[in-house]
């Protein structure tokens, strides 16, 4: 049973409210005085003409005591209280409205309420003290108000996926597709559907995953592994909130919000050939960075003991000593706080409870930063390419696996049939890595 406090004294719109939240199993406290002396309910309906000079202290009251409780007022003249600062409530209504209004605009902060509710704990999830925190956190809070398209840019394990759940916290719906795990062929079926019959092996109908989520949001994961052809289709949903499945002969609309997010240079990308321009700038309407744990090393001791206590056994306790934290903060941390999380995760395994001491971090240094070598020999004799950040590490990888294939269709007189069966793989498959890695099967010669 939902609960309510009125506050009123005893009026014809009173009774009318009474009579209607009884009716639909509400419960209801009548207070008769302005003065709030217990926790009050989620949702606190006031009647200004009953407290007169009385009403702007008690609802600073309210909202200083109780900062999550929903606030409802009603007058019979509503411009009588317009000193009244408007951040002391949250609906104002006139006693014919109320009469009107009443059930739907309850739901209505029921649902604000229910949305403030989940945004602090999504929230609560974004730790860190450091000045980039503390905009990213404002940038979110902002990006909740609007429907825009948001695009979320940053190193593997900085925690983008965090960002879009708190950015989406107002909606039922969250649909998340990882493009880089979609085959290219089936791209537009996944995200659009199809019609039975519309290609071979469709014997049902099958629903897109954009249709999926419509009155929700759709989070696009590593957008920067989409393929141009699904782009294209892409740029049309935004621009037109349709969508047509494959098969299909009419559109049908849809209303999505639409978060995506990269660990690439979009920028680069573009200039590459490998994204589209105009759906960089459609989808950058709300911009985010999210910075590496590297360029933000205050937010390590905190990023920390959050692990610690969201991983430790219940009624065990666990501390950092100085020298542990020490260590945390000289890591560079290549992997971001996904490498911190599995650290701590990790350590927690193999350490009794008590103090966490410096030689109990297990931390993985096997792909070195900021070092001034461009290479770096192993125990088993392999050299390794030293890279300045792990993005530039990466890209050195992508750019030896780009000479490394070119190299096999050229031994193989440039048939990608050929060379996919000496590398033991699907012809479709090797096209298909071609194509992510920018490459032109024309232009190897």
């Not at 289709?233 to 098969?247: C, D, F, S, T, Y």
């Not at 701590?344 to 966490?356: K, N, S």
Request: with cysteine; hydrophobic share 40%.
């Amino acid at each position: 049973m939902s609960s309510i406090d009125l506050f009123s004294q005893d009026t014809a719109t009173s009774s009318f409210i009474l009579d209607v939240l009884s009716s639909v199993n509400y419960s209801v406290e009548v207070h008769s005085s302005p003065s709030v002396s217990a926790p009050l309910s989620p949702i606190v309906v006031w009647d200004l003409d009953s407290f007169g000079s009385k009403n702007t202290a008690s609802l600073a009251a309210i909202r200083m005591q109780f900062p999550d409780t929903m606030i409802l007022v009603y007058a019979e003249d509503t411009e009588k209280y317009a000193d009244i600062p408007n951040n002391l409530f949250d609906i104002i209504l006139t006693a014919d409205a109320v009469k009107l209004h009443l059930m739907s605009k309850i739901a209505k902060l029921k649902e604000i309420n229910r949305a403030k509710l989940i945004f602090r704990e999504r929230m609560s999830h974004l730790v860190g003290k450091s000045e980039a925190m503390q905009n990213l956190r404002k940038t979110v809070e902002r990006a909740i108000l609007h429907t825009g398209p948001v695009l979320i840019q940053g190193e593997s394990g900085v925690g983008k996926d965090l960002i879009a759940r708190a950015i989406a916290c107002v909606y039922d719906k969250f649909v998340t597709v990882n493009c880089s795990a979609i085959p290219d062929t089936l791209f537009e079926s996944e995200l659009f559907g199809h019609t039975r019959g519309a290609f071979t092996g469709a014997q049902n109908e099958r629903i897109g995953l954009f249709e999926d989520a419509n009155g929700g949001a759709i989070f696009l994961d590593e957008i920067g592994d989409m393929p141009l052809q699904a782009q294209v289709k892409l740029l049309r949903v935004i621009q037109n909130h349709e969508i047509r499945p494959i098969g299909a002969n009419k559109t049908r609309h849809i209303d999505v919000r639409i978060i995506a997010a990269t660990n690439r240079d979009l920028k680069e990308e573009i200039r590459e050939k490998r994204f589209r321009e105009d759906l960089y700038y459609r989808l950058n309407v709300i911009p985010m960075q999210l910075s590496p744990l590297r360029e933000r090393r205050e937010d390590i001791e905190d990023l920390a003991n959050y692990f610690i206590h969201q991983y430790a056994p219940a009624g065990e306790p666990y501390k950092l000593s100085d020298a542990a934290l020490k260590k945390l903060q000289a890591h560079s941390w290549p992997g971001n706080i996904r490498e911190l999380e599995n650290t701590i995760q990790r350590t927690l395994c193999f350490t009794d409870p008590g103090i966490i001491n410096a030689e109990d971090l297990q931390i993985d240094e096997t792909i070195p930063l900021h070092e001034t070598e461009t290479v770096k020999i192993a125990e088993n004799g392999i050299a390794y390419p030293v890279a300045g950040d792990y993005e530039e590490f990466r890209e050195k990888q992508l750019d030896e696996e780009r000479e490394f294939l070119k190299a096999k269709i050229r031994e193989c007189g440039g048939s990608v049939s050929t060379a996919a069966e000496k590398l033991g793989m699907l012809r479709t498959a090797l096209y298909n890595r071609l194509g992510r890695l920018g490459i032109n099967t024309k232009d190897i010669r």
